[in-house]
T-cell receptor, first 113, second 112 residues
Framework: DQQVKQNSPSLSVQEGRISILNCDYT??????FLWYKKYPAEGPTFLIS?????DKNEDGRFTVFLNKSAKHLSLHIVPSQPGDSAVYFC????????????FGTGTSLTVIP | SQTIHQWPATLVQPVGSPLSLECTVE??????LYWYRQAAGRGLQLLFY??????ISSEVPQNLSASRPQDRQFILSSKKLLLSDSGFYLC???????????FGQGTRLTVV
């Protein structure tokens, strides 16, 4: 049962434009969300997080938006750069899951120079 | 700075053979340690986590086991591999529960 879903397996964006990666979840108890970035043959690296007490968190070119009523979060990358080409995973947890983060299946972003 | 080492990077093993994947963390003490698996077309699935030496929690029933013989060492094992054990295995650590994790390079395991 996939509680965190990334319905777009891939996304292509022109360099300099905005990349928007989406993530939906089914469990309303999720209250903490992470985004990871993964290059081929490497482990994922942490990118940005957001707690459910906020609806937006920014870190440089990366902004994560959380819509709790829609159970939806999105990662915006502005402006997109070729080095952003990677697979992006969202992950969610809730207070009762302890160490468990539920991951989506990932979206492969390609930024075209 | 903290680093995490995981080896080997790739492994091809016959069905029924044993498995041992090792992970070590440097530059921190008493980390939370994790083993994840990513099967084809799936998200990362937490297999085991450990909050201290000898303390292992399993998230899913399976053919695998984990051990933490030292503070910064985490081992994933199997006595007899199944075809369904194929996948990409990732070791990770975090400073505390429900915080961002730092992942190793991963091991691509193919059971044939």
């Amino acid at each position: 049962d996939q509680q965190v879903k990334q319905n777009s397996p891939s996304l292509s964006v022109q360099e300099g434009r905005i990349s928007i990666l989406n993530c939906d979840y089914t469990n309303s108890m999720f209250d903490y969300f992470l985004w990871y970035k993964k290059y081929p043959a490497e482990g994922p690296t942490f990118l940005i997080s957001i707690s459910s007490i906020k609806d937006k968190n920014e870190d440089g070119r990366f902004t994560v938006f959380l819509n709790k009523s829609a159970k939806h979060l999105s990662l915006h990358i502005v402006p997109s750069q070729p080095g952003d080409s990677a697979v992006y995973f969202c992950a969610a947890s809730h207070p009762n899951t302890g160490n468990q983060f539920y991951f989506g299946t990932g979206t492969s972003l390609t930024v075209i120079p | 700075s903290q680093t995490i080492h995981q080896w080997p990077a790739t492994l091809v093993q016959p069905v029924g053979s044993p498995l041992s994947l090792e992970c070590t963390v440097e530059g921190t003490s008493n980390p939370n340690l994790y083993w994840y698996r990513q099967a084809a077309g799936r998200g990362l699935q937490l297999l085991f986590y450990s909050v201290g030496i000898g303390q292992i929690s399993s998230e899913v029933p399976q053919n695998l086991s984990a051990s933490r013989p030292q503070d910064r060492q985490f081992i994933l094992s199997s006595k007899k591999l199944l075809l369904s054990d194929s996948g990409f295995y990732l070791c990770a650590w975090s400073r505390a529960p429900r915080t961002e994790a730092f992942f190793g390079q991963g091991t691509r395991l193919t059971v044939v």
